[in-house]
């Protein structure tokens, strides 16, 4: 893998591995002491949290607890009032190329005016590529997230979780190098989002994406992330980090009844009920 | 049924010209200030033959079609960067509601004084009225857009000119169509009340004239002729409307 010092045999395994936890990964991310507030009010206190380099990161609380703000922070659409955003060690100054940033509310996060294939060439518009190399690349996005035959449907003529797969496919054509998600899945059946759970973790599997994910489903969080990290809220701040250490790949139905898988679940479960009271 | 529907419409306003022109010939009515409606039609007729109706009406709609997009379009880009930039909208938020309430036909005589007579000052007093509702209507359009698209071009690091016409005006262009037709209405009733009022152009003038010239077959006949023409233009503008932006709009893909 990519890690430096990573010891190869030991990620590959498919045992469960400590080697997924951020210890041995080069931070990526990192959130240093952030506040957040608008106004007098406070949204997020005191935030320290490092995301390494190809970790999947989850972020999970009742809403109010910043899990949105503080996925903004990295994306650049919001600055911190106190405290740093750093990414690659450098403090997040605006939106980063290599940060995609995917929103939850797909009927407003795709151009209505625009075909799928469109929507996808609007990345590659924003980041200059000419205009005859747009079309193949266009048409290899769309088939990798399954959707070849619909290049040219309007949003308003797809399903919800064919919109979210031109949305991923857009954040695709970004090339990035990290993948941020506002709970991508939360307004989707049961089916399409398991679907699209294990669409997403195929392919950050070929691209070693860094991922942070905001969820507020236990199970989702759990059957994404190699780290969950649980937050309160009024003011956001974290609450325990949770390490997953399931085996990989992922399967819908043997992961969901591996115990360690129901073990954590029992664990945040209790832990989330906890902070409500 | 789209006949008999047409035909109920008519039913009223023709009944009516019956009924005035019955009335005029069975009181043998002599009188300068009102015509039969066929003695109008005649008069119309004859206008249409001779030319002077439609040299006159291209004369007010030059006029009000270049006031138009003089006025309509430094709104367009004023409303753009009044929407984008917040700031600036609250800088000039106070000259706007200022200035917006002066009508534009108490300016006749400061632009009469400025500009003198002919298609200048007409121009000008059509922009300074179709300026406003594109303004104020775009501003509010734009302010409108949803912030997550708006999101959508800063995260993939789009540039302001590509935002604005990638994004921003393919969001607002059907509220800015409405903008521009209702501005439409506006040139029109400004044009020919600055006709009427004191530049010796166009329809409002031949109006004026015939008025004058105590010729009421006529003056109603261009009474009735610049009411279809403000009809058809706006007929014109709805059918574009519908066929860009209604359900079968092209512009939009399906509807929106």
């Known amino acids: ?277 | 049924m789209k006949g008999l529907k047409l035909a109920k419409a008519a039913l009223l306003p023709v009944l009516l010209l019956i009924l005035w022109e019955v009335v005029m010939h069975v009181r043998n009515v002599q009188s300068d200030s009102i015509a039969p409606p066929s003695q109008i039609f005649v008069a119309f007729w004859n206008a249409m033959l001779d030319g002077t109706i439609l040299s006159r009406t291209a004369e007010t709609l030059r006029a009000a079609m270049l006031g138009l997009a003089l006025g309509g379009g430094s709104a367009l880009i004023l409303s753009i960067i009044l929407g984008l930039v917040p700031p600036a909208a609250r800088l000039a938020q106070f000259t706007i509601e200022v200035l917006r309430p002066v009508p534009a036909v108490a300016l006749i005589p400061v632009a009469i004084l400025t500009l003198g007579f002919g298609y200048g000052m007409e121009i000008s007093l059509v922009a300074f009225a179709t300026f406003w509702p594109v303004l104020i209507y775009g501003h509010a359009a734009i302010v409108n857009i949803d912030q997550q698209l708006l999101d959508v071009g800063k995260v993939l690091r789009l540039k302001t000119f590509a935002r604005v016409t990638k994004i921003v005006l393919p969001a607002t262009l059907p509220r800015y169509f409405v903008a521009f037709r209702l501005a439409t209405a506006v040139s029109l009733i400004i044009a020919v009340t600055v006709e009427i009022a004191a530049n010796p152009l166009g329809v409002g003038y031949e109006l004026m004239q015939a008025s004058q010239s105590l010729h009421p077959d006529l003056t109603f006949a261009l009474v009735l002729w610049i009411g279809l023409v403000g009809w058809a233009l706006n007929a014109v503008l709805l059918f574009a409307q519908r066929r860009l932006f209604g359900p079968a709009g092209v512009a939009f893909g399906i509807q929106q």
């Open chain 1, 1 to 277: 893998m990519e890690t430096p010092k990573g010891n190869v045999s030991f990620m590959t395994a498919p045992a469960p591995t400590a080697a997924r936890s951020a210890a041995v990964r080069r931070p990526l991310i990192e959130f240093k002491n952030v506040n957040h507030a608008f106004g007098t009010r406070p949204i997020v206190r005191n935030v320290d949290l490092t995301v390494g380099q190809s970790e999947f990161v989850c972020l999970i609380g009742p809403s109010g607890c910043g899990k949105t703000t503080l996925l903004r922070m990295v994306g650049g659409l919001l600055t911190p009032t106190s405290g740093q955003v750093l990414f690659n060690g450098k403090p997040v100054n605006g939106p980063e190329k290599e940060i995609s940033f995917m929103f939850q509310d797909y009927s407003k996060a795709l151009l209505p005016w625009r075909t799928a294939a469109g929507n996808v060439s609007l990345a590659l518009e924003a980041s200059n590529v000419p205009s005859d190399q747009r079309g193949p690349r266009i048409k290899e996005l769309l088939e990798k997230v399954g959707l070849g035959n619909h290049a040219d449907h309007y949003p308003a003529q797809l399903s919800g979780g064919m919109q979210q797969r031109v949305q991923i496919a857009r954040c695709l054509a970004q090339e990035p190098s990290v993948l941020l998600m506002d709970e991508p899945f939360g307004a989707l059946d049961a089916m399409t989002r398991q679907a699209l759970q294990d669409e997403i973790l195929r392919l950050i599997a070929v691209s070693k994406t860094t991922v942070v994910f905001v969820t507020h489903d236990l199970e989702e969080a759990i059957y994404l992330g190699d780290r969950v990290v649980a937050l309160y809220p009024n003011p956001g701040r974290i609450a325990q980090v949770f390490d997953v250490s399931l085996p990989s790949p992922r399967d819908q139905l043997t992961t969901r009844e591996h115990p360690e898988f129901l073990r954590l679940r029992r664990e945040l479960f209790d832990f989330i009920r906890e902070g409500e009271t």
